[in-house]
Every structure is written in structure tokens, then in C-alpha cells.
């Protein structure tokens, strides 16, 4: 696999394809973003804002010049085809997936996910979702659009089946989504309580994680296109995903990053805090 352009790679993640375990992409979409559009840019912002940061985690003691990434670039997409979009990176997924290796989607919106747990969920028939994040995203359409940011989840679902969606962190989302979660999904509200249960009982299951940047609250990442108050903090966040690592962890992303609707730059830097660290644990 060949390295898409762009100026930079992930600050530490400059190996070859070959010899990488993880391979780093981004998914720079946000054709169906409801409220405030920006996620498009995201994955450019993290990158160069990357070298803000250091390579060594003193919250893990790990480094990343002690492991092997590809940062592919980010992926090219066409104007006003959003199932394309999604076949893009379903086809970039997979072709990690099968290679053996581990693929690490940085958003874009939320719907690119989608694309991702469709490889993931055929190369693992029994596969499982962690979800992180402020909304539900379960309706079943949004303004009658179905391929939506806010109904990814729902999509999901019927990729996986009841029960194998685990959600942490909502707190917002219609009533009906609520009502049909109950049935569903398994939804914790408001917090990360549960994280150690859920753990449990998949322990020995094939996982996705997906983390929607606004689980956290706006006072520490305003720089979002759907902003919740009421979020938890960055080490409430990086405590639950300690204990997520533990598991068999197939394919992850990260996403809803707005770097234009924080000037200060701070939210930039957590997210590129929070890759580093999941890129250590991956």
C-alpha cells in the first residue's frame, strides 16, 4: 500500500505499510453533518498539530517510537455521493483487515464509521461495538435521509444484530431513539459507569470502537460541530478506554474533530493526545 498525499504523517507514525501493525487513515467527510460542518478538516489539523506533542506517553510509559505505524494519508473522496464514500473506506478497511493488520480511522463525521464496521463485521461475523459518545445516533433516518451522522448507530445495528452495541456517554438524542434503544442496544446515559461490565461480558468477543469526540464536555473540547454540556473530562475518558484495551480491539476510529470552532487550538491538541494514546494501546 502506497502512502496518499499530504504534507504530513502523524507525528511517529512515518514506517512502511509492510513492516506497520496498525495503519493509520483519515476519512475527511462531513456531507450529512446536521448542525455545524467543519470534520472535513480534522484529519490535516491532527496530523499537523501533532509535532505539538510528544512521541512518549507518561500515562502509559509507552512510545511511539517503540512501535510500527503507517499513516496512509487521508482518503480522496467525490462530491454529493455519500454511499460511495462509505464503499471508499469499506474498501480501505478491508483491504487493512485482510492484510492482518489493524485500521485506525480518524473522522470526518460520525457516518464514516459505518463504512469501516462494514469490513470489520464481515471479516468478524460475531463482532461487537463500543461506542463513545453524546448522542445516540440512533434514529432511523434524519430529515429522511437514512446514510445520516445522526442514525450511524442504527445502521450499525443492523450490521451486528441486538444486543452487540454498547454505548457510553449519551445525552442527547429524541425520545423515540431512547425508547428504542431499551430493546436494542445497551445504553449508559450521561457517564462512562458500566465500562468495567461491559468489559466483562466481552472479553472474548471481536470488538470496533468507535469515539465520537463530543462524549466530552465543551468546557475541555469545544471544538465540535454538535457541542453537549454535561460531557466528561479527557481522563475519564482515557480511564475507560484502559480498561476497552483489554480487550480484543479489531478496528477503531475517531471523529467529530472541528478544529475552525476552537481558535485556541486546544481542542486540536487533545485530539491529538488521545490518538497517541490510543495508538499505544492498539
Sequence with gaps: MKRNRNVHTFIGCDHEYEESGIVLFGAPFDGTTSYRPGTRFASAAIRNESYGIETYSPYLDKDLLDIKVFDAGDLEFGFGNTERVLKTIEEMAQSILQDNKKPLMVGGEHLVTL????????????????????????????????????????????????????QFGIRSGDREEFLWAKDHVFTQKFNLDGIDTACQALKDKPVYLTIDLDVLDPSVFPGTGTPEAGGVTFMELTGALKQVFQLNIVALDMNELSPVYDQSGASTALACKLLRELLLQF
Design 115 to 166: 463504512g469501516s464496521v462494514r469490513a470489520a463485521a464481515r471479516k468478524y461475523p460475531d463482532l461487537h461495538i463500543i461506542h463513545f459518545d453524546a448522542h445516540a445516533d440512533l434514529r432511523d433516518d434524519y430529515l429522511g435521509e437514512a446514510l445520516s451522522h445522526a442514525s450511524v448507530m442504527r445502521r450499525c445495528h443492523e450490521l451486528v444484530g441486538d444486543g452487540r452495541i454498547y
